[in-house]
């Protein structure tokens, strides 16, 4: 019987040993700080092992000669696959365990074997192209565990919910077409990699399965779970997922060093309490959680720690939903949603 009372969790030490060069920002110490808030709560916290992933659920996402490319590399480390993007020895081996935990989290998952969980993997994955290394990311993790999820598992319908500050180009890209994966993405914009306009929709077959909620900088608690409450969940209620995996970067924190976003650990709280209330809703409660971003120590921490404590109330204490005031950024934001996609999402309306 599935323990609802506990959090199934991936971290392992060989995920450190990813290695860019000193100073770079995607650094091993990231998951010191994400360990520290997964520890204070090692009463209520069972581990999952780390496996490393099938070269074949890479390649459903990934052009072999991109995984010929990261091979060369690694053999020549230290060497870079874009101008942000590095690897060292381990680097190979390392995003291979961290997609594979990633999909075996989210197998357990799916399967009902465990309630929730939250993989403190990295590199991150969100930005990985088919065909190219991008932006700190070397594979797709949350990508490659999706078509998984529906070639192995049984799972038709999916939701990609991304709360990174960056826009997952990435996993916007390997689903654009397909109506079958909701991709939702709430990201700073303008702002690296400068994809994630709300025009962006989808296309062919999948238009409309594709939502992005571009947001100035300076958002913060009130802007996101506004967002959440008045345009992720109508959205989700109408596509009716299966199962949701979450890109959980904390770089919309207000101290990371790499965005200008002012989420605190209260709205990171208040995230999660209505993603699982809505996986809940419409899912069965299947949801996982895979660390994406986030540059600083504090963010990681609070952010980490705010997940796993919401994940772990007995009761998601739903937020009050923000209102959107004329004038306000709120309904600004629902606006701009709703405008790009007119029609297609009844409940999606700022009064």
């Known amino acids: 019987m599935v323990d609802a009372r506990m959090i199934h969790v991936v971290e392992d030490n060989r995920f450190q040993d990813h290695r860019s060069p000193q100073g770079h920002p995607e650094r091993p110490e990231r998951l010191i700080a994400v360990s520290r808030a997964i520890a204070r709560h090692a009463d209520r916290i069972q581990h999952v092992a780390p496996v490393h992933v099938d070269p074949e659920a890479i390649l459903r996402i990934h052009d072999r000669s991109h995984l010929e490319r990261v091979e060369r590399s690694v053999a020549g480390a230290p060497a870079h696959l874009d101008p942000d993007t590095f690897v060292s020895a381990a680097s190979l081996e390392v995003a291979s365990l961290a997609a594979g935990s990633t999909v075996a989290l989210a197998r357990a998952v799916a399967r009902r074997e465990i309630a929730t969980g939250f993989a403190a993997v990295r590199p991150p994955g969100h930005h990985a192209e088919a065909d190219r290394a991008m932006g700190f990311c070397i594979f797709n993790n949350?990508?490659?565990?999706?078509?998984?999820?529906?070639?192995?598992?049984?799972?038709?319908?999916?939701?990609?919910?991304?709360?990174?500050?960056?826009?997952?180009?990435?996993?916007?890209?390997?689903?654009?077409?397909?109506?079958?994966?909701?991709?939702?993405?709430?990201?700073?914009?303008?702002?690296?990699?400068?994809?994630?306009a709300a025009s962006e929709i989808g296309r062919g077959a999948g238009a409309g399965t594709t939502v992005n909620v571009p947001m100035p900088a300076g958002c913060g608690d009130r802007e996101y779970v506004g967002v959440f409450a008045r345009v992720l969940v109508p959205i989700v209620h109408e596509f009716a997922p299966e199962m949701i995996l979450v890109s959980c970067g904390f770089d919309a924190h207000r101290d990371d060093p790499l965005a200008s976003m002012e989420v605190t650990a209260t709205g990171y709280r208040d995230m999660t309490r209505i993603v699982r209330a809505l996986a809940a809703d419409v899912c069965g409660g299947r949801l996982a959680f895979v660390l994406e971003g986030g540059y600083s120590a504090s963010g990681l921490d609070e952010g980490t720690s705010s997940v796993i404590e919401a994940l772990l109330e007995p009761d998601p204490r739903i937020p009050p939903t923000p209102t959107a005031e004329p004038g306000s950024m709120l309904r600004s934001l629902i606006r701009t949603v709703a405008s790009a996609h007119p029609g297609r999402f009844p409940g999606l309306a700022p009064d």
Do not use: C
Request: net charge negative.
């Open 142 to 196: 949350v990508a490659i565990a999706a078509r998984a999820l529906q070639a192995d598992e049984g799972v038709g319908k999916l939701l990609i919910l991304d709360w990174d500050v960056h826009h997952g180009n990435g996993t916007q890209h390997s689903f654009e077409t397909d109506p079958s994966v909701l991709y939702m993405s709430t990201h700073q914009y303008p702002h690296y990699p400068g994809t994630g």
